[in-house]
T-cell receptor
Framework: AAGVIQSPRHLIKEKRETATLKCYPI?????VYWYQQGPGQDPQFLIS???????DKGSIPDRFSAQQFSDYHSELNMSSLELGDSALYFC???????????????FGEGSRLTVL | AQKVTQAQTEISVVEKEDVTLDCVYE???????LFWYKQPPSGELVFLIR??????QNEISGRYSWNFQKSTSSFNFTITASQVVDSAVYFC???????????FGQGTTLQVKP
């Protein structure tokens, strides 16, 4: 079965550079979530989209932005990268069930960003 | 406020031992969902189980079982006859109402030694 696809899997950037992560949800999943997991930490919710509109916002820095496109894939753009942005970034998708968001989240394998 | 606490930071057992991972949650909502995810060394998050707040039935899936008790706000996870491949970080998570986001606990690192 198709899973959530994230690219790139690994990314190395210098401080103050920009990075873009991509996420392709499971087919027919219309909700996408972004999480950030620092070393030894639990995943922290950044932002989510439903039907191409932002549906919820968590602890996402102002330097970060994201969007969901018409084909439901999503991109997380990170600018002015800092050392502390080094983390594993997960994308997850879920379907709406009976009009509400109660399904489990299916996570991609993550994109590991290293900022030097 | 919503919160998930996994008090056990690390657990080490010998293969074939049973092990229970504790999870305590806090929420004032009456509708919520609880999850367990496994994160092996390779890093991906693997979904294990979802329970909603209206279903307190315990569940067993092979060597895995879950004990959901609303009275103590706990959703504990037991692995029977542990195996080396069970070594991973296990996260308990809470989703409240109709929101999509998950609130994760701090995770429990389980090491199963041969």
């Amino acid at each position: 079965a198709a899973g959530v696809i994230q690219s790139p899997r690994h990314l190395i950037k210098e401080k103050r550079e920009t990075a873009t992560l991509k996420c392709y949800p499971i087919p027919r999943h219309d909700t996408v979530y972004w999480y950030q997991q620092g070393p030894g930490q639990d995943p922290q919710f950044l932002i989510s989209f439903y039907e191409k509109m932002q549906s919820d916002k968590g602890s996402i820095p102002d330097r970060f932005s994201a969007q969901q496109f018409s084909d439901y894939h999503s991109e997380l753009n990170m600018s002015s990268l800092e050392l502390g942005d080094s983390a594993l970034y997960f994308c997850a998708s879920s379907p709406r069930m009976h009009g509400s968001n109660t399904g489990e989240l299916f996570f991609g394998e993550g994109s590991r960003l290293t900022v030097l | 406020a919503q919160k998930v606490t996994q008090a056990q930071t690390e657990i080490s057992v010998v293969e074939k031992e049973d092990v229970t991972l504790d999870c305590v949650y806090e929420t004032r909502d009456t509708t919520y969902y609880l999850f367990w995810y496994k994160q092996p060394p390779s890093g991906e998050l693997v979904f294990l189980i979802r329970r909603n707040s209206f279903d307190e039935q315990n569940e067993i899936s092979g060597r895995y079982s879950w004990n959901f008790q609303k009275s103590t706000s706990s959703f504990n996870f037991t692995i029977t006859a542990s195996q080396v491949v069970d070594s991973a970080v296990y996260f308990c998570a809470l989703r409240v109402g109709n929101t999509g986001k998950l609130i994760f606990g701090q995770g429990t690192t389980l090491q199963v030694k041969p």
